[in-house]
Nanobody, 121 residues
Framework: QVQLVESGGGLVQPGGSLRLSCAAS????????MGWYRQAPGKERELVAT???????TYAQSVKGRFTISRDNAKNTVYLQMNSLKPEDTAVYYC???????????????WGQGTQVTVSS
């Protein structure tokens, strides 16, 4: 089986920074695209940023210039560096990865358990 384990959330003041990490482990053959999503109370889950195995990135307009997604393919880990945080960035952040697992020719989407990010003074 495959697990995505996130870390790095917490409480930060407006203008501050946090770095989220998400490590994939288990019977993995290949990790393709990875990404971060977030869900604020009363709102739908939304895309924050994605990165392909080759390093191509996409960002939501609301985080461009403030957040940076990166990955370490050797560690099957994706990161989200969040700078200049705003109260509206408060949400549960979820890691997502498209993974080909052992004994399968198909790619499946996996999700982490979520990590809370709260931006408040």
């Amino acid at each position: 089986q495959v697990q995505l384990v996130e870390s790095g959330g917490g409480l930060v003041q407006p203008g501050g920074s946090l770095r989220l990490s998400c490590a994939a482990s288990g019977s993995i053959i290949r990790v393709n695209a990875m990404g971060w999503y977030r869900q604020a109370p009363g709102k739908e889950r939304e895309l924050v940023a994605t990165i392909t195995s080759g390093g191509r990135t996409t960002y939501a307009q609301s985080v461009k210039g403030r957040f940076t997604i990166s990955r370490d393919n050797a560690k099957n880990t994706v990161y989200l560096q969040m700078n200049s945080l705003k109260p509206e960035d408060t949400a549960v952040y979820y890691c997502n990865a498209d993974i080909i697992v052992l004994y399968s020719a198909h790619e499946y989407a996996y999700w982490g358990q979520g990590t809370q990010v709260t931006v408040s003074s």
